[in-house]
């Protein structure tokens, strides 16, 4: 409908007049005040032209200086084509092998940042050491050579092979020789490269030695029973174990063999409490003597004397002759006594091994193990260890040096490593062709023409025999990070085949063959077997039963040939846990990674007891100098020892290299190693110690080595245990507790409705050899600080292990300062490893504290660090009353004063990218792996179903070859966590101050007669 | 009945009459600064910029400069920030209790007291603020500001947050006082200053008072209003800093007698170090006549009473210590006594404990050349009490493994003797610019305000109450 009505504005539009009907053709008809606004006072129009012109020009030059800041350019390479298997932020997993270790690999978005133990591995069961943590970093050492080097120039691959092929052939045609030089090669197929090397050129033979020998050992077996082989250490069968100065839980062979196989008869249960005897003679305090039921100390001279004297006694309670034997043999107290006693009492469950490297010694401890029935149950002659000898031996090899027309040194630093190195150096000079594949510039290949570097053994391929008919494989985790090539090819190369000659050489292909024609069961289809071998990483033959050998040696022909002169002053050249021979010396982690027992970082030292130390006038700080007549090493640093035998003083090899690292650290100690018997010696009689002038301080993680009679650490003696399973760990609190059995307590009680976590941490089963320690900063990210900041106490492991000495003294032991001070003889100790990190306590004092709520209480029960949040008033580390917080007092990162692997690109790539690195200013400590935790349940969800039990593992759990930490659901009563919390041994450390840990520990349980010790004294 | 209290010393002697005291109190302001003042300035700049450039150090280079670790989180740091703010105390108390108290000899050393809490507030709170790992931003996070990080707050149960609510209280509170009472004085200098800056500076500042008796009126309600709300604050400060500590699990910071025996031991310090400046200020200005060796002496017995309090709350620590049976809280206290910072334990007990008794002797009370010495063993001791306190607690707490040593790196001692530079360069600018002296109050102790015309010098003044 139509609206006609008309509505009109005015009387002026009603009227329709001339000038509304002009005006109103306009946008405003009244128009609109425009000069009126322009024309006020303050607006001076007159120069708006200029002033535009001066706001234009300062905002034009304004925006031209703020763009002139150069923003650092940051290159973020996406995948063009991403590759099938990565997918971003997802970690991929495969397995290799690290010296002999099964190892998997954990990988993230194409780098290898992690190494983890292969639970698949019949030997290690997934255990890893703490240098096989620690490897990881080397793949990403700026100090390693990137290209091949000529004579110290550097060049490429097609020169170096071509004029190293033409001079192996001048050398073979001028009949002079050529020759190998390698530690012992643990790849069969390593060890058929060389072969076909070695048919190739036929006057090249092969020399193998090893930075530390164990000669002794195959010499032995040869000598008694035909069998130049090293055994299997069955220490999961003995009963009784002595050992004569071996360290086999820290240094010695196959150690994460040995330290899983010897924990798992160290912890009684409730319901079986029996656990072996370990009874350790030696010089200088080991991991593993630090480990032992009773431990005596014993100079390495008076070894000989002291197995004899063991073998008399061990005869004379069988019946059979004893050994003529020169001098009366009174060593060690009643030591020798009581083993023979024990062991008599276990014959076929016991097992006495010996450290030294002298074959007759050995020999004298094969009759030992013969007497006591234990060839075939606790030594395994048939499944040797896989440590290959060569062709030549090493001495032989120094001597004809001079004369040679080729030395090719693969991946070995004799120069360094063994007491002729100065020799060999001066000899090679006249060699025409010295090769060196080691993939750095080291003491060896500084003197070689030719450096042909080898790749990481995480870039390679390889299959390594570990015991006889246990394969581990290798498989490339990332393509080589520098130009460098696999040693085998370069072999393979040299030896100018055919094939090569067409550029066809395949290592994997020549792994493939080797496996298919050697190892392959047929039981699987080729291709099946190899792709779940490769898979698992490991492939075992059916073990040999083991048989009982035939004896070809009369124990009293050994007397004539063992050294029975006691040196005054011995000096003992060990290895220490993680720098073994010194070949990965320039690995910051083995520097940092304190020693397990006497906690210094960062050098080696001259151990000496506080005996000598008296005599000597020396005190800790103190700078001494060593001399065997011929070898002076000065400026030697010393360690008061707790435990040290009188007469012994102990230094450690592997320190001390001058190139291919970027310092040198510590002092070189390989000059002083001898001769016994044709085998390389590791202690030196009559050493002169002389204090000279000057003062050091070691860097030591823990200076204090006494649990001052507290109740921090429990411990027991096998028979209280075995009639009270609760010994030691009874409740004490009684009367604090309210009706349901809770500690009266002024806080809040927190409801976990979900998960709970908590570590349970055996110290039976903890032999403190530090792989966590490793394992945790790498998996967490921790940064190395240096020497300088571990002495001022500054390291920032969150994850580490007390060691606590008690010294004894009169049937007692002293567990106070002040008492011990008084003491003058340190010998007889015994020692306590405590791993320590955050407990996550429920009423965590740290919490409470904090003024930002930086750290804070999650529903799981985890105690969480913001790092962000965190304004670092450290009032927390202060209120921490387990002293695990660690602060960041720099930033660790991109700082030149702190020239570890976290201050360049290529070492960084090793960083966790789960986990933040932290900045300069914030308190950071255990997270219990908190990234696992997230891990974990996020694959749970993602497959719709409940966490299984002992799915996640945080770092120091996966690495522990001795199973002595469980993480796990406490709110899961089936867990493993929830049985192990149930146990009788355990317990809370400081529980009276009712912070509610969520860690518990495992009273220390030792097999000994004597009356338990004092320190829990106070009840 | 009426009791006749024991003849006092006059407050002020020598006679002075009304313009005397301003003459007198003024003459510093208006001449030229000695050679003296000179002297004294210079050293305390060079000082102050000695903690400008360690400050830096600090925040640009990280508090690894320090010689902390991982087991003693505080040392100096925290030590200096309770000494500071103890010595801050008896400006307070001064100002506050002794006005409600109405004790009258207070009126001439009152005001360099506050100036010295002022001062000694603002060097306190320089190490809470430069022992944040993260000084860029923690300051600010540790206030209660709303923000956009949704429910991001900062945590009330933690003593460190009480702190910053205590210090800037006390600051503020502090400032309002001394800048209060110091009007009237600041209108009498306006009115007698000759340069035009002078004039329009203190103009400015004095805030338009003309003196008119509704400005007294008003000035003495503040004066007892703030003297009210300044009270409690001379408890609380302390008791706030003590909790720091009382409310930790470490043996020998969880003890609940910290806050009275805190309280006790910052007056102690803070009456010692008014000593220290005032026995100087009075020789050096002039003001023997009003600073008297009464009013020294009245401050030493507040030394010995305070004095005597710290040596009990000393032993009744070791009592309780051993008296718990917690082998921790034993240990902690005999390694105080026996351990390796047993030279800091005896230093603090030497002068904390026995100095302070040798002032039951009133000839020693009334010797200034004694009692400067006396007030430095003073501030000596409670800044070993409170390195006592915090550092042998934390260096060997509950396990062993962790015991450490802790010793101060050159960037800690050179805050520390930087804070006392900016607390002298303060204090000589406030010598300088300000009447150290309240005129107007101490106009009305001057003898003859109380109908005592006799103006002979040491005619005694008798009070009847």
Known sequence: ?1019 | MSYESPIRELLVTGGKTAGDVTADICRPLEGKPTKLWWLGFTISVICLGILVYTLALTSFIGLGMWGINKTVGWAWDITNFVWWVGIGHAGTLISAILLLFRQKWRMSINRSAEAMTIFAVMCAAIFPLFHMGRVWIGPVWALPLPNAFGSLWVNFNSPLLWDVFAISTYFSVSLLFWYLGMIPDIATIRDRASTPIRKFMYRFFSMGWNGSARNWARYEVVSLILAGVSTPLVLSVHTIVSMDFATSVIPGWHTTIFPPYFVAGAIFSGFGMVLTLLVIARKVLKLEAYITIGHLDAMCRVLLLTGSMVGLAYITEFFIAWYSGVEYERYAFLNRMAGPYWWAYWSMMTCNVISPQLFWVKKWRRNPNFIFFMSIVVNIGMWFERFVIIVTSLHRDYLPSSWVMYSPTPTEIGIFIGTLGLFFTCFFLFARFLPVINMSEVKSILPHSHNNEAESVHQPEVVTH
């Open chain 1, 1 to 1019: 409908m139509e609206n006609k009505t008309q509505y009109w504005k005015g009387i002026e539009e009603l009227n329709r007049e001339p000038e509304f009907v002009q005006l109103s053709k306009n946008e405003f008809a009244e128009g609109l005040p425009l000069d009126e606004v322009l024309n006020e006072s303050d607006l001076n129009l007159s120069s708006n032209r200029r002033d535009f012109l001066k706001f234009f020009g300062f905002s034009v030059s304004a925006v031209a200086l703020a763009a002139c800041n150069k923003a650092p350019v940051k290159n973020v390479i996406p995948y063009v084509v991403q590759p099938e298997e990565v997918v971003p932020g997802v970690p991929n997993y495969y397995a290799s092998t690290f010296k002999g270790t099964p190892v998997v690999v954990k990988t993230r978005e194409g780098r290898p940042i992690k190494l983890e133990g292969n639970t698949k591995s019949s030997i290690t069961g997934g255990g890893l050491d703490a240098a096989g943590q620690a490897s990881v970093v080397t793949l990403y050492d700026s100090k390693r050579l990137p290209l091949p080097l000529k004579k110290g120039e550097r060049s490429n691959w097609a020169l170096v092979d071509k004029e190293i092929t033409a001079a192996l052939q001048s050398a073979e045609s001028s009949g002079k020789g050529i020759r190998i030089v390698s530690g012992p090669v643990m790849g069969p197929v390593t060890q058929s490269i060389i072969n076909d090397f070695k048919a190739a050129y036929p006057s090249a033979r092969q020399v193998v030695y090893q930075g530390i020998s164990y000669d002794g050992i195959y010499q032995s077996n040869e000598m008694c029973f035909g069998k130049a082989v090293i055994p299997t250490y069955r220490f999961a069968n003995a009963e009784v174990v002595v050992s004569f100065g071996a360290d086999f839980l820290g240094t010695w062979l196959n150690t994460l063999q040995y330290t899983r196989d010897y924990t798992s008869k160290r912890v009684p249960t409730k319901e079986n409490p029996v656990m072996s005897r370990h009874i350790q003679f030696e010089g200088n305090m080991s991991l593993t003597g630090a480990n032992a039921d009773y431990r005596f100390p014993l100079r390495p001279s008076q070894e000989g004397q002291a197995l004899m004297s063991l073998y008399n006694a061990l005869a004379k309670q069988m019946g059979l002759t004893q050994l003529a034997t020169p001098t009366k043999l009174e060593v060690a107290g009643n030591g020798i006594e009581e083993s023979a006693k024990v062991l008599a009492g276990a014959k076929g469950k016991s097992l006495v091994v010996s450290g030294s490297n002298d074959p007759y010694i050995q020999s004298l401890v094969n009759q030992i193990n013969l007497m006591l029935d234990n060839y075939g149950k606790t030594i395994d002659l048939d499944n040797y260890y896989m440590l290959r000898g060569g062709d030549v031996s090493f001495s032989d090899f120094v001597k004809e040096a001079g004369s040679l027309g080729a030395v090719i040194f693969y991946n070995c630093n004799p120069v360094f490593d063994t007491p002729e190195g100065a020799a060999l150096k001066a000899s090679l000079e006249n060699v025409k062709l010295k090769v060196s594949t080691g993939y750095y510039q080291d003491e060896t290949a500084s003197i070689c023409d030719f450096v042909a570097p080898d790749v990481h053994f995480l870039e390679s391929w390889n299959l390594t025999e570990i015991s006889r008919g246990k394969y581990s494989f290798t498989q490339p985790t990332i393509a080589p990070v520098f130009e460098t090539r696999q040693a085998e090819t370069s072999f393979a190369i040299w030896s100018n085949n055919a094939a090569i000659a067409n550029n066809e050489f395949n290592y994997y292909e020549y792994i493939r063959n080797w496996a298919k024609n050697n190892i392959y069961d047929g039981v699987l289809g080729f291709d099946a077997w190899w792709n779940q071998s490769l898979h698992d990483g490991v492939f075992d033959k059916p073990e040999l039963t083991p048989q009982v050998p035939s004896n070809n040696v009369l124990a009293s022909d050994l007397v004539a040939k063992i050294n029975t002169k006691v040196g005054n002053n011995d000096l003992i050249l060990y290895t220490k846990v993680g720098m073994g021979d010194g070949s990965d010396g320039n690995n910051p982690w083995l520097h940092e990674l304190p020693d397990p027992v006497s906690k210094i970082t960062w050098d080696n030292y001259l151990a000496l007891s506080l005996h000598d130390a008296n005599e000597l006038g020396i005190e800790q700080g103190d700078l001494v100098s060593v001399s065997n007549g011929k070898t002076t090493l000065d400026k030697v640093p010393v360690l008061i020892q707790p435990g040290q035998a009188r007469g012994s003083f102990g230094i450690a090899l592997g320190y001390g290299r001058s190139m291919g690292v970027k310092d040198v650290i510590g002092l070189d100690a390989f000059p002083f190693v001898g001769k016994m018997n044709g085998t390389s010696s590791y202690y030196v009689s009559d050493v002169t110690i002389a204090k000279v002038d000057g003062h050091y301080e070691l860097a030591q993680t823990q200076t204090h080595h006494s649990i001052e009679g507290r109740d921090i650490v429990r411990e027991a003696t096998l028979a209280e245990f075995a009639k009270d399973s609760k010994v030691e760990n009874h409740d004490e609190l009684g009367r604090m507790r309210n009706e349901e059995g809770k500690l009266y307590n002024l806080w809040r009680e927190f409801d976990y409705k979900g998960h709970k976590w908590g570590l349970a941490i055996d110290m039976n089963a903890c032999t403190g050899c530090s792989a966590c320690v490793v394992a945790c900063s790498l998996e967490n990210n921790v940064p190395v600080v240096g020497r300088e900041e571990v002495r001022r106490r500054r390291e920032m492991h969150w994850m580490r292990i007390d060691r606590y000495y008690a010294f004894r003294q009169e049937g007692e032991y002293l567990t106070r300062e002040k008492d011990y001070d008084k003491m003058e003889d340190h010998q007889y100790v015994k020692a306590v490893h405590m791993p320590m990190m955050c407990q996550h306590c429920e009423n965590a004092p740290c919490e409470t504290v904090c003024p930002v709520l930086a750290t804070t209480h999650s529903t799981e029960g985890l105690n969480q660090m913001t790092y962000n949040r965190c304004i670092g008033t450290k009032y927390c580390a202060n209120n921490c009353p387990y002293k695990v917080r660690r602060f960041n007092w720099f930033r660790y990162n991109d700082n030149d004063d702190f020239n570890y692997y976290m201050n360049n690109d290529l070492g960084k790539m090793v960083i966790n990218p789960d986990v933040t690195v932290r900045t300069r200013g914030v308190m950071e400590k255990c997270s219990m792996c908190v990234q696992r935790i997230q891990s974990g349940k996020l694959n749970a969800k993602l497959e719709g179903r409940k966490i299984k039990d002992g799915e996640i593992k945080t770092a120091c759990q996966q690495t522990c070859p001795a199973g002595a930490i469980v993480f796990g659901d406490m709110n899961d009563p089936e867990s493993q966590i929830s049985k192990e919390f149930m146990n009788d041994r355990a317990y809370k450390v400081l529980e009276e101050i009712d912070v509610k840990p969520s860690v518990r520990y495992m009273t220390k349980i030792r097999n000994v007669e004597e009356k338990k010790s004092v320190s829990t004294a106070q009840h």
